[in-house]
Every structure is written in C-alpha cells, then in structure tokens.
C-alpha cells in the first residue's frame, strides 16, 4: 500500500472514530436549532426542515415566548464558582505537587496515596453527608458551599499532576537560580515555574472543566438563583409533564461554547501536558 | 581576596555522618581539587561552601567572614554544575546575564557582561540559542560563563566534565585551567578522576569516607603519598604494592624474595616490622633500559606474564612474591610471554608503609 494511501486510510478510520464519539454532542448542536416539535417527531426526523435561532432568543428573552429561566443568573454563578474553585485548586495544589516533588517529609508517600485514594470514591456519594454538613453550617444554597467542594475534587489531580511535572524540572535548576541571586522564592517564579508551566495550565484546564460540568453534587447544594450553576439550571427545563428538549440543547449549547473556547486556547499546554513533553534538558 | 577556610566541618544526614570534621585552608585565587572515590563527601563538601547544604558542625569562612548560616545567593559564589543546570527556557545571553538581572543591574551593564564572558569562552555565535540547541562542550562552557560573568569570589566545580567525552574533557580541561590564569579566583573544584586533579591542580585534597586523607600539591602527592589509599589512587597504572617483612636491612616477601629498604626509610623500620613495599611501574625496568642517573637501584629477577605495547613505552606485567606487579619498559622492544628478564628498581622512588595501618613509614 502506498504511503498516501496509507494516510488517507488512516484518516478515514479516525474520523469515522470521532463520528461515533462527537455524534452525541452533534446531535444536541442539530437540536438546539430545531423546534421541539421536530425534535419529537416518530419516526424521527435525520435532517432538519427548517433551523430556527427561537431557542436562544427565548433563552435571552428576545423573542415573543419568553423563558422564565434566568440564564444570566446562572451563567455568572457558573463562572464566580469555577474560576474561583480552579484558582483555589491550582494554588493549592501546586503548592502540594512542589512540596511533594521536592521535599522529604514523614508520611510523604502516605499522604500521596491518601490524596489518590480520594479520587476513587465517588463524589455522589459523599453528597448526603455534604448536605448535611452544610446545612450545619449553613453553606447550603451559597456559592461559597460549591466553591469549596469543588476545590476539594480538584486538588488531588492537580497535585498529582504538578508533582510529576515539578519532579521533571531538576532540583539543580533551582539551585543554580539560588546561587545566581535568587531567594528560594524568586527561583521558584523565575525558573521552576515556567519549566513546569504546561502541566499547571493543564491542571487549571482540568479543574475549570470539572467545575463547569459538575452536575450530581451541585443539585443537591443549590436551590436558587443564588447559587445554581448552568447544568443543574438544565432541569429547569424539565415541567411536570412536559421537557423542552430544544430549549435544554440551546443552553447545552451555551455550557458547551466556553469550555471549548478556553480549550482551544491553551492546547498548546494541554498537549504539551498530557504527554509529559514539557521540559527539556 | 577570598580566601576559603574549613574548620572541622560535619556533615550529618539524621544519624548518618558523611563528613567528618574536615579541616582546610584555601589561599586568595588557589586552585584546590578535592579528589577521591565515588561516595568519599567530595560534593557534599562542595555543597556546603556553596550553601546548598546545610553545615551540620564546624565553621565555614570565605574572606574571613562566616558563612555557615548565610544564603547561596549572600556568598558570591559560583558553581558549575555536573549535569551544567542551564535555564532550558532561556536563550544563551539569558542564561548569562540572569544573576546580573536578579541583581538589578543595567540592561547595558549586563549587555556588556554577558559579551565579555562570550568572548572569554567563545560563545558569541550562539547567543540566541536555547541550551537545548547546543552541544555538550557549548553547554559546559555557556555554564562556566554564567559562572564568571558575575565576577565571584569564589568558583566551584563538581565534576564539569565527566558527561563529556574523552577528547573533549581534555580540551575543555585546558581551558578551565585557562580561565583560571585569566580570571583570577579562588576554585574549588571536585572531581573523581585523578589525572584532571593533577593537571588542573595547585594543591590536591584527596579525600576517602569522609575524611582528608593528604592535602598537597601534584608533585608531593604522587611522589611522597601519606599511604597506600593515596599510593594507589593518584598515578596510573598505580602503585605496586607488596607485603613483607623487615629482616636485616631488606624486605623479604613470600616465596623467598628480598629487596633493600629504601634509603628515605632506613633507620626508620625495625626488624621483624611487617611492611608494604610500593613502588610505581615507571620505576621498574628492565635492566639495559634505564635511564642514567637513578641513584640506587635493586636488581630483580621476573617472569614477564604479558606485555601491554603503548608506543612509546611498554607496560610489563609480572609477579613478585604472588602479587601481580607492573614495570614500564622504555625504548620498546617485542616482549614474548614467559620471558625471564633481569630488571631495576629505583629504590629512591620506593616506598615503605605500615602493613595493617597503610600509613606511610617516611615521617
Ligand atoms: N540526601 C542524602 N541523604 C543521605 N545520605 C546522603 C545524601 N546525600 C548524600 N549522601 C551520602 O553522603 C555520602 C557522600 O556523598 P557525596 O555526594 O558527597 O559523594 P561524592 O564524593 O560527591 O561522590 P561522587 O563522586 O559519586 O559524586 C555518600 O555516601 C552518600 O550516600
Ligand atoms: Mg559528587
């Protein structure tokens, strides 16, 4: 077989891989510009007759049929909890992957295996205890109370993360800078942090999604417009007898856009730190 | 001036002790190499002057000023470093103007610095490149001018040149020795390898387990050894050493061999003292192959067991008393396995030490 036909194979391989995989979420984009009553259709409708912006606009409050959702509302509580929760989780976390990276203590490798073992359980199960704990003491329907459970899911893979980046970087490196004049400080920002720059992006990357597309726990912990986030604003969709199924794809839609945009915009990191290429001697 | 002082300096990991109490006097701008084996505490001692490494006993003074508690960046201090530790994310220029950067100093300053150090070592040509993008040799010489842009007091070393290759290691060994005579500074420079340690060195340190083991310069080392550790250790092939026993103003070996006290040690052995006879390769010869003006020889008789032809010298491999034994053979000639040759020893370049201590029986 010739090499171009060889590529080509390939290509066609992978791209019937990724059809399978992204039709699911194609399916909620083809839906988010369709009317309800299409999406319902039996037998079904493959191709869509006419496309309509109706679902935004009704999501925006621009058309004649407004949605009593408040979106804006949700949106923001959606941003306020995951930046703040992937800032927390990346300075705690990276300040954990260092000391595990670098320095010697009691109970080190015990403590790294404690932090793993805490990815096993699964967070849905810890959300009763959760609730109660919070409503003690009164972090039920606050963004506070999300933003601090998610900072506590995402610490552990942001440690373990950095740990294997900041192991990478050699402990010469911050010597050397040391004995040029750094402060141990100044050697951390000015040299160890770059070299270990792609895998604190990926960590953030990482904590940010899990943040944005949490939905089992923060449905437990939010009840208003104070504190619930855009999944969980999903359900809203939901009425006693009826699912606007359009509706839900159109915000799915706007859930998805952001968590996208950021994506394309440190892939650069993101691959650079998922193989691990991120120093060189 | 930056003179170096050491005064029974122990280093402790929790209940390990890897130095022990060294002692050691650097003069303003000496070069002093701390030799010995790999795991003798030549680096950790080097990483305490450099405040790398916490002192755990003793004091630690660079131009008379204690240092023990001062920070890396507090001593003015360079060090390069075995593996070079350059900033992979920086270029060339970076990498040496970074200590005059976090010193605050002038971009035209470090400019002019950074070209100088360039121009010392030969890097001009890729200022602009990533270390990443250099050869081994460029990166060790990018690391020695980081070294000395900022003009330190004091150098260390900790083996420079053991990731580069033979030819390469000598080059560069000329050039550090270069630097020196340009750049006047006190160095310190740690190495495993004893050749680098004799060319490079004013005065060596040789160090085993922790401890010093002599201190002095090239010469003395090699020609007056404190004991069999340093016998064997500086000098290739090294030193020949056999067991024996003092009788009568000889040595006798097993198996009925005896050769004469040499004469720095008569009156200093008594009889009966059991001993080890030393003596370099380059000090046996085959008889006829001397050079004149040896002073007083011993004649033995060897079988030789091979012959190694280096060109301009022979080495002969033999056997003296059960022991294998090493001559050289000057104005080389073909040597056949088995053959029985009469050969000299230099006595004056013999050597006597304790049989149990390995001490040296000269002082
Ligand atoms: N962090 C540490 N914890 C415990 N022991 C250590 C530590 N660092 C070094 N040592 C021990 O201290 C001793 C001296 O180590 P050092 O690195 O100074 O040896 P060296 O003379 O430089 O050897 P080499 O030629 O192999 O570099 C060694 O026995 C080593 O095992
Ligand atoms: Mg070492």
């Known amino acids: ?281 | 001036m930056a003179e170096v002082t050491l005064r029974k300096i122990v280093k402790s990991y929790g209940a390990l002790e890897v130095v022990h109490g060294i002692d050691l006097d650097i003069a303003h701008n000496e070069f002093v190499v701390l030799v010995g084996p790999s795991g003798c505490g030549k680096s950790t001692t080097l990483r305490m002057i450099a405040g790398l490494e916490e002192v755990s006993g003793g004091e630690i003074a660079i131009g008379g000023r204690v240092v023990n508690t001062l920070p890396p960046r507090a001593r003015n201090i360079s060090m390069v470093f075995q593996n070079y530790a350059l900033y992979p994310h920086m270029t060339v220029r970076e990498n040496l103007g970074f200590s005059l950067k976090i010193a605050g100093r002038p971009p035209a300053e470090i400019d002019k610095a950074t070209d100088e150090a360039a121009a010392i070592l030969g890097l001009a040509d890729y200022m602009d490149r990533t270390p990443g993008e250099l050869s081994g040799g460029q990166r060790q010489r990018v690391a020695m001018g980081r070294a000395i842009v900022r003009h330190p007091d004091v150098f260390l070393f900790d083996e420079p040149l053991s990731n580069l290759d033979a030819k390469l290691r000598t080059q560069m060994r000329v050039e550090i020795k270069k630097l020196h005579q340009k750049v006047k500074t006190t160095i310190v420079y740690v190495t495993h390898d004893q050749v680098e340690a004799m060319t490079l060195a004013d005065r060596i340190v040789i160090m085993k387990d922790g401890h010093i083991v002599q201190t002095g310069t090239p010469l003395e080392v090699f020609e007056r050894p404190a004991n069999t550790f340093v016998a064997t250790f500086i000098g290739s092939p090294p030193m020949n050493l056999v067991d024996g026993v003092v009788a009568g103003g000889a040595v006798r070996f097993a198996g009925d061999v005896s050769l004469p006290v040499p004469p720095a040690f008569r009156g200093r052995v008594q009889e009966g003292q059991r001993v080890t006879y030393g003596f370099r390769a380059d000090n046996l010869m085959p008889a006829g192959h001397a050079m004149t003006g040896i002073g007083e020889t011993a004649e033995i008789d060897l079988t030789i067991a091979l012959a190694e032809p280096l060109g301009a010298e022979t080495i002969l491999l033999s056997e003296l008393a059960g022991v294998e034994i090493q001559g050289k053979m000057y104005n080389p000639r073909p040597v056949a396995a088995g053959e029985r040759l009469s050969c000299l020893l230099a006595l004056d370049h013999a050597h006597l030490f304790d049989a149990e201590t390995g001490a040296s029986l000269r002082t």
């Not at chain 1, 959702?69 to 923001?76: A, D, K, N, Q, T």
């Not at chain 1, 040299?191 to 992006?201: D, Y």
């Open chain 1, 1 to 281: 077989m010739s090499r171009a036909m060889k590529d080509r194979l390939i290509w066609a391989v992978t791209f019937l891989v990724m059809l399978i995989i992204c039709l699911p979420g194609l399916w909620v984009v083809l839906s988010a510009f369709r009317t309800n009553g299409e999406i319902l259709t039996k037998p079904a409708v493959w191709i869509p007759q006419n496309l309509t912006l109706d679902n935004f606009r009704a999501i925006f409050g621009l058309g004649e049929n407004v949605l009593a959702i408040p979106v804006g509302s949700y949106f923001l509580n959606s941003l306020v909890i995951s930046v703040t929760s992937t800032v927390l989780a990346v300075v705690i976390g990276m300040s954990g992957g260092y000391a595990f990276a670098r320095h010697r203590f009691p109970g080190k490798s015990g403590a790294f295996l404690w932090l793993m073992l805490s990815r096993t359980v699964p967070g849905i199960a810890l959300s009763l205890p959760l609730f109660i704990l919070w409503s003690w003491i009164g972090l039920i329907d606050t963004k506070l109370g999300v933003i601090v459970v998610y900072t506590a899911i995402n610490v552990p893979f942001t440690v373990w993360l950095t740990e294997g980046f900041f192991r990478q970087v050699p402990r010469d490196l911050s010597e050397a800078a040391q004995i040029d004049g750094c402060t141990p400080w100044q050697a951390f920002w000015k040299v160890e942090f770059p070299l270990a720059r792609s895998g604190i992006a990926s960590a953030g990357i990482f904590a940010f999604l899990t943040s944005w597309n949490e939905y089992a726990l923060a449905s437990q912990l939010t009840r208003s417009t104070d504190s619930k986030t855009l999944p969980v604003g999903l359900m809203d969709f939901t009425a006693q007898f009826t699912i606007d199924w359009a509706g839900m794809c159109a915000m799915a839609v706007i859930i998805i856009i952001p968590a996208l945009i950021l994506t394309f915009l440190v892939q650069k990191h993101l691959i650079a730190g998922l193989t691990f290429g991120g120093v060189k001697g």
